[in-house]
């Protein structure tokens, strides 16, 4: 499977890049998890020593036990050395949509405080304008769903609630919350958009990513052959 296959080459390319004595923001879904298996390995063979991770989710804190990779709380620490990544999209400018597994309220915590913030994607995710391919994730507090998803509405958006896979009724996040999927044409100023939507009463957070990215790595498939660029 050339996807599954560029993931885990751009999770490994990624994990290459930790250093010993460093504090890693560990993020989630598919392709971060490649990445936090491989740091995994590097500390398994002693290729890098006195890791630990700060985790974006219950997924990355169970796959980081799971790698043995020590996990740290952010009130045990004054800094995160680099922190790698997914996203649903990415666009020129490294803005990116992220929240597809409703995990962005952490990960934007951690990712953005990491002084070197790795993206991780194939390049499937590469967009000219984010909101093109990609439902805008908004963490919101169960009480008040009905009134944001009118206010995302006047906003321009098609707003509906995230309901579970196997799991009957809507998703519920890491924190308790649900999640509001908003289909927009395309999103014009997304550092307006984020700033606008996380004032609205009611939400936690969105999926909306601006200036927060430092290197965003894509991993495509060359003469059938997986290259990151
Ligand atoms: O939920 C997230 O933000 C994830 O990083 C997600 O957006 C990317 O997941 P994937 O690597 O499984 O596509």
Request: glycine fraction near 10%; charge should be negative.
């Amino acid at each position: 499977d050339p996807v599954k296959t560029m993931k885990q080459e751009v999770g490994r390319a990624a994990a290459a890049r930790v250093k010993s004595d460093s504090i890693v923001g560990l993020g989630s879904g598919s392709t971060a998890a490649y990445a936090i298996e491989y740091i995994g390995d590097r500390l398994a063979k002693g290729e890098i020593k006195n890791v630990v991770g700060v985790p974006t989710s219950f997924q990355s804190e169970v796959l980081a036990k799971q790698f043995n990779i020590p996990l740290v709380t952010l009130d045990a620490i004054d800094h995160i050395d680099v922190a790698i990544d997914g996203a649903d999209e990415v666009d020129p400018d490294k803005n990116l949509i992220k929240g597809g597994g409703a995990a962005h309220t952490r990960e934007k915590v951690v990712d953005s405080l990491a002084k070197e913030f790795i993206v991780v994607v194939d390049e499937g995710k590469l967009v000219d304008k984010l909101g093109s391919t990609f439902l805008l994730p908004v963490e919101v507090i169960p009480m008040a769903v009905a009134p944001v998803m009118r206010s995302l509405a006047k906003l321009g958006g098609k707003p509906e609630l995230r309901m579970g896979v196997k799991k009957a009724g809507p998703v519920v996040t890491d924190q308790g919350n649900l999640v509001i999927d908003v289909k927009f044409d395309h999103i014009k100023n997304p550092a307006e958009m984020e700033k606008e939507i996380n004032n609205l009463p009611g939400v936690l957070e969105n999926g909306i990513f601006v200036g927060v990215a430092d290197i965003i790595m894509v991993g495509k498939i060359v003469d059938g052959k997986p290259e990151i660029v």
